[in-house]
């Protein structure tokens, strides 16, 4: 309305029409509608560039305007660009201390953070929290917005106590400057809230997250974004904690907020859709995970750039739906859209790099193409030692990932050092008894089963099974793998009554609920090899023929696992004296076998001596 009457009394280029694009490209931004805020932004500039002197600060906000958007957008190159064009100009027209120079140096530190180039963006984010100690009283609250700033870059390099000593100090300045109920606070609580929970710390993690929230519930109207954010913190740690129905409320009750207050189209109704679409994922409840992932998807199409980080992540996760489904040739389709997207828009050691390498590396694992999976799970590390300190716990996972790769490639040795590397990190990042545990100590008992410790393979699965029954919900499909993990040791101890009840236990879950076939398909086989020690042939060879059919559905012609079910029924069928089938399927076994995995490998080897006994017999 404003722009309305002044372009009938004023000219086109008149400087009271920039502020007015300024204001409606502001909104639009606030909105999530970027390519519109941009257009009002370049009008602003447009007017103002030719009204005003070339070192004009108002030229410098200009500029500012659509770094911002741009870094938004996900174009960062474009946001550095427009950042460092303003920081210029206030370089120029402003004295070396004006709190407005800090703010050029803590938008260029922001862009570099999401370039994932950690020591950048701290060296810009430190150059403007000198300006504030030369300018600014010692509790002023630019001085909360720095230290905030720098915690946020060690929080995401991994530091969490450096990250929580900087939250804290922010938090203690606007406590002294700021009443007891001004929403800034609950900023405060929300980022120290965030550094427990990727701590691990769930418990402190609730606590910072409902102190930010009663303030919002104070402070704020009932349907604003902020407390959908609040919503949407709370329902996340529930999420961690495997309380899958509580985080589902909370997701929720964001949701509705979200869709009163925002258009249809914004970003952040996609992450609403998202969140709720993990928590269906982490349920094992895939097609209810995909309808949300899509709904998510189809809003980011619409509003971002088609090279957009986020359209990267929503590919990543889609695929990582359809591995844990065990639709190997989906997942790796998706996920090489989402690495083509970020090897076009992201510095090549930006940490997202490498965890698309490793969710690639993680499918042809699961392929049994073990080559390729080094090959990925090599670059994806590399990345990782550049780009993160240390101890940070994306390089447990991806120690976790070589020795998922070297256990399947019979290399037990270098598979025990790798997850030993992945274990001593994650006693540092997280408390014992974190979730992240779990797959460490699934590892550990694959590796020890397949060197023949069952007692250590035992107690690590059991171990494994505790942290699964305290984290999730009753009859996820995590417990069933632990419980046919659990049992499959039991056969190879001879205890084969333990071994049917935890089997058992492991099929009431797999074949009640919506899970990975390929993991029911190893309960089954586990299953007709318990049977087949007890000598039960007939039952055995049902459940034989059970997993066959599921692996020779979903996997390709000449993957491992195929071999080991070949394996087991050519064993089965000498048993009962089946000559034809006994060499035909050990004939496949070994086929694939001397294909696939080095010649050195226990399976093959294993292979080779049945063959030759069965060669003997006939």
């Known amino acids: 309305m404003s722009l309305k009457i002044e372009r009938k009394t004023l000219p086109e280029d008149h400087p009271s029409l920039a502020k007015i694009y300024n204001n409606i490209g502001q909104v639009y931004s606030n909105m999530g509608d ?136 922010s938090l203690k300045i606007k406590e002294k400057a700021l009443p007891p109920n001004q929403p800034d606070l609950a900023t405060s609580y929300n980022n120290i809230g965030a550094v427990y929970n990727y701590m691990g710390d769930y418990s402190k993690a609730l606590e910072f997250y409902k102190k930010a929230h009663k303030i919002r519930e104070k402070a704020l109207p009932p349907n604003h974004p902020d407390l959908a954010t609040s919503y949407n913190n709370i329902g996340y740690v529930y999420d961690n904690m495997g309380d899958y129905s509580k985080a589902l409320e909370f997701y929720e009750k964001a949701h509705k907020i979200k869709e009163k207050e925002l258009p249809p189209n914004h970003p952040n109704l996609a992450l609403s859709y998202n969140n709720i679409g993990e928590v269906y994922n982490n349920m094992g409840d895939y097609s209810k995970a995909l309808e949300f992932y899509e709904k998510s998807h189809q809003i980011l199409e619409n509003v971002l750039p088609p090279n957009h980080p986020n359209l990267a992540s929503s590919y990543n996760n889609i695929g990582l739906v359809y591995n844990n489904m065990g639709d190997y040739s989906k997942a790796l389709e998706l996920y090489e859209k989402s690495l083509k997207i970020r090897e076009k828009v992201l510095p090549p050691n930006h940490p997202n790099l490498a965890i698309s390498y490793g969710n690639i590396g993680q499918v042809y694992n699961n392929m049994g193409d073990y080559s390729k999976a080094h090959e990925f799970y090599e670059k994806s590390h590399q990345i990782f030692e550049k780009a993160l300190p240390p101890n940070h716990s994306y390089l447990a996972i991806s120690y976790l990932n070589f020795a998922a790769c070297y256990e399947k490639m019979g290399d037990y040795a270098t598979a025990l050092k790798a997850l030993r590397s992945a274990f001593q990190i994650q006693q540092q990042a997280f408390q014992e008894g974190n979730s992240a545990f779990t797959s460490t100590y699934s590892w550990l008992g694959r590796v020890y089963r397949s060197m023949k410790d069952y007692s250590k393979a035992l107690d690590n699965f059991e171990k494994c099974l505790a942290i699964d029954l305290k984290t999730f919900p009753e009859k996820h499909p995590y417990q069933a793998v632990a419980y046919s993990n659990i049992g499959d040791v039991h056969r190879l101890m001879g205890s084969y009554e333990n071994a049917l009840a935890f089997h058992q236990k492991a099929l009431n879950i797999q074949e009640n609920v919506q899970c990975n076939p390929l993991e029911c398909a190893t309960t089954y086989i586990n299953l007709g090899e318990t049977y087949r020690e007890m000598k039960d042939y007939s039952t055995a060879l049902i459940y034989f023929e059970k997993g066959l059919a599921i692996r020779e559905n979903k996997l390709p012609k000449n993957h491992p696992d195929l071999a080991v079910v070949y394996h087991n029924m050519a064993k089965l069928y000498l048993a009962t004296r089946k000559y034809s089938m006994t060499m035909k399927n050990i004939q496949q076994a070994v086929e694939i076998a001397q294909e696939k995995l080095p010649s050195t490998h226990p399976h093959l080897l294993e292979y080779k001596e049945t063959f030759e006994k069965i060669r003997k017999k006939m």
Do not use: W
């Not at 957008?73 to 303003?86: I, N, P, Q």
């Open 34 to 169: 970027y390519s519109k805020a941009l257009e009002f932004y370049e009008k602003d500039l447009e007017i103002t560039k030719k009204a005003l002197s070339p070192n004009h600060p108002d030229l410098a906000i200009s500029y500012n305007n659509i770094g911002l958007v741009y870094n938004y957008m996900g174009d960062y190159s474009k946001a550095l660009e427009f950042h460092e064009k303003s920081h210029k100009i206030r370089e120029k027209a402003l004295p070396p201390n004006h709190p407005d120079l800090a703010t050029s140096y803590n938008n260029i530190g922001g862009v570099y953070n999401n370039m994932g180039d950690y020591p950048k963006a701290l060296e810009f984010h430190e150059k403007s929290h000198q300006i504030y100690e030369k300018a600014l009283p010692p509790n002023h609250p630019s001085f909360a917005t720095s230290y905030n700033n720098i915690g946020g870059v060690y929080k995401d390099m991994g530091d969490y106590s450096k990250a929580l000593e900087l939250y804290e100090k």
